[in-house]
């Protein structure tokens, strides 16, 4: 038998979502209970600088951003805990959510906060240059390459809102498409081949970068595998991943709602799931936005949510 423990709010995830949501728990008093995950900070803590997030002038690193947060949301009681979330039992209350294997957490209410990671073609310099000109997030990053030459990788509609969106602030931005074709709807496909700072690289693969101390540039396949493959290097700034995301929805599936990609659907603009007690905040229900700013809002929501939950069930 593994060990149980029996709490009022469980928080799953510790981006922007779930610290806001436990310093809104804590402050409520619902003494929540909140589990890191593999990443304590989650895709914040790898960019370099945060200059959109409202409070912070001149700007300050997401590393520094969420231990912020973590440090108010301990301020105001919320439990913080290292652990991973690998399996749920959500078919009734109090919904049971399992800790590395080994313990069981049966909660009254559970804010599930778990993010999407964005993919990534898995070369190792993506890892080599992570925060030193590899990005996946354009609206995050592209600040810092005005008047630059960045790349972004990827043909589908996210790839080209991203080129559309750096090419108004890059001198140039190049998009490196492995197929012959755009897979983009055809407004955005029209946006990306009229707009003049953006040249569309079809049939390209890219199989790595070089930069002494950042990204310089990156290297380029044309057709690989064929007889006329040709192979070059590209001078750029900055390298722009924009091939999809994965909500880190797995564990929960078998009882909520999920769209074809995996991110939780919820009741209109709420963080209520299907199941009453279960709220989705941040990432992980929001597959449009993606920012830290929108996340923490969600997660402010869901603490609510949480609150009014257990008050009317007369569990507070």
């Known amino acids: 038998m593994m060990e149980t423990e029996k709490v009022k709010c469980l928080i799953v995830g510790s981006g922007?979502?779930?610290?806001?949501?436990?310093?809104?728990?804590?402050r409520a008093n619902?003494?929540?209970v909140l589990y890191?995950?593999?990443?304590?900070?989650?895709?914040?803590?790898t960019t370099?600088?945060?200059?959109?997030?409202?409070?912070?002038?001149?700007g300050i690193s997401g590393q520094q951003l969420m231990d912020d947060l973590r440090k108010q949301a301990e301020r105001f009681g919320a439990d913080l805990r290292y652990g991973v979330a690998t399996a749920s039992d959500l078919s009734a209350a109090p919904y049971k959510v399992t800790i590395d294997g080994e313990k069981v957490i049966e909660t009254d209410t559970l804010i599930i906060a778990t993010g999407a990671t964005a993919k990534y073609l898995g070369l190792e310099d993506e890892k080599k240059y992570a925060g030193m000109g590899v990005s996946a997030c354009a609206t995050c990053d592209g600040f810092f390459y005005r008047k630059k030459?960045?790349?972004?990788?990827?043909?589908?509609?996210?790839?080209?809102?991203?080129?559309?969106?750096?090419?108004?602030?890059?001198?140039?931005?190049?998009?490196i498409v492995r197929k012959p074709f755009l897979r983009a709807s055809k407004i955005m496909q029209e946006r990306v081949m009229k707009h003049e700072n953006i040249e569309v690289l079809f049939e390209h693969n890219a199989v790595g970068l070089f930069g002494e101390n950042g990204v310089e540039g990156v290297h380029l396949v044309k057709r690989m595998g064929e007889a006329d493959e040709e192979?070059?290097?590209?001078?750029?700034?900055?390298?722009?991943?924009?091939?999809?995301?994965?909500p880190n929805s797995d564990i929960f599936k078998a009882y909520l709602?999920?769209?074809?990609?995996?991110?939780?659907i919820t009741e209109g603009d709420s963080p209520r799931t299907k199941v009453p007690g279960v709220f989705a905040a941040g990432d992980i229900a929001d597959p449009h936005y993606r920012q830290a700013i929108t996340a923490a809002g969600s997660g402010c929501k869901a603490a609510l949510e949480a609150e009014r939950y257990l008050s009317s069930k007369c569990l507070l």
Not at 156 to 163: I, L, R, V, Y
Not at 257 to 264: L, S
């Open 16 to 26: 922007p979502a779930g610290y806001t949501a436990a310093i809104y728990a804590g």
């Open 30 to 32: 619902l003494c929540p």
């Open 36 to 45: 890191e995950g593999l990443q304590p900070g989650g895709q914040l803590t």
């Open 48 to 58: 370099t600088d945060v200059e959109n997030f409202p409070g912070y002038p001149e």
């Open 149 to 175: 030459v960045v790349a972004v990788v990827g043909g589908g509609d996210t790839a080209c809102e991203e080129a559309v969106y750096l090419a108004g602030l890059a001198k140039k931005v190049y998009l």
């Open 231 to 246: 192979r070059y290097d590209l001078a750029i700034d900055g390298f722009f991943l924009a091939i999809g995301h994965q």
């Open 257 to 264: 709602d999920t769209d074809e990609t995996g991110y939780i």
